[in-house]
């Protein structure tokens, strides 16, 4: 895997390491040595010291600017897109993912879990409502709040989105919040589909985990009807 670098350019082409204060106004893309949440801050630096040939670090949000889908998880897996660098890449959740995407034609390739695969969205990007991978796979509410900056710039940084997809309640949540809207407005739900205003729609359905799959509580013939209802809505 190609070595990253732990700084990001100015303007000017400079390097530095960002802090606090050049973090108040956020982008759509986390720095890779975002320092906002301790915890996870900690556990990105012990998978570090125990994998320094992983990514380790926020992960980038994958697709194309131009996407009129957004598709939202909840927090990179640690073995997932914490080692891979792209979202949904390298676990079981990902070969559900970007399988139904190909086949329902929002990406173009072949995927072969590796970001080098040369795999391509088409109309669509990627993203985490948290950024870094969190222990046990579950970030608190309050890194969820924090992150939620980042999520907002990346929501506001798409002219064309037409369609967000939360994968999870968390997800779900972290959209309502991202667009000033309380819970009770829209319940979670399989299938669900709800109203954001402004032309956005939000689609919802379970979590494409392994552990859901094995449950059975969300089948690939359930996940299918999800984006087939997102296609129609969206088009050709």
């Keep these: ?12 082409g400079s390097q530095h390491v960002p ?52 598709i939202v998880g909840l927090a990179p897996g640690v073995q997932g897109a914490n080692r891979t660098g792209r979202p949904f890449t390298g676990d079981f959740a990902g070969d559900l993912l970007y399988g139904t995407l190909l086949e329902f034609g929002f990406a173009r390739g072949t995927y072969d ?32 709040k924090t992150c939620l900056g980042f999520f907002k710039a990346r929501i506001a940084a798409l002219p064309n989105l037409e369609v967000i997809l939360a994968l999870g309640r968390i997800a779900h949540d972290a959209v309502l919040s991202a667009q000033g809207m309380k819970k009770s407005t829209a319940a979670f739900g399989h299938g669900a589909q ?26 690939p013939e359930m996940f299918h009807d999800v984006f087939r209802a997102v296609r129609a809505h969206i088009g050709d």
């Design 1 to 12: 895997m190609t070595t990253r670098t732990k700084t990001r350019m100015t303007t000017s």
């Design 19 to 70: 802090d606090r204060a050049s973090l108040t106004s956020f982008e759509a893309e986390a720095p890779l040595d975002c320092p906002l949440c301790p915890r996870l801050v900690a556990y990105r630096e012990a998978n570090q010291a125990a994998h320094p040939d992983w990514f380790n670090a926020p992960v980038p949000s994958f697709g194309t600017e131009k996407a009129r889908l957004l």
């Design 194 to 219: 709800h109203d954001l205003g402004s032309g956005l729609r939000l689609f919802d359905s379970y979590h494409c985990s392994r552990y859901n799959t094995n449950t059975r509580r969300l089948t």
């Design 113 to 144: 879990a590796r970001p080098d695969d040369g795999l391509e969205l088409i109309d669509t990007m990627i993203t985490n409502a948290v950024r870094c991978v969190p222990p046990q796979n579950k970030p608190t509410p309050a890194e969820a």
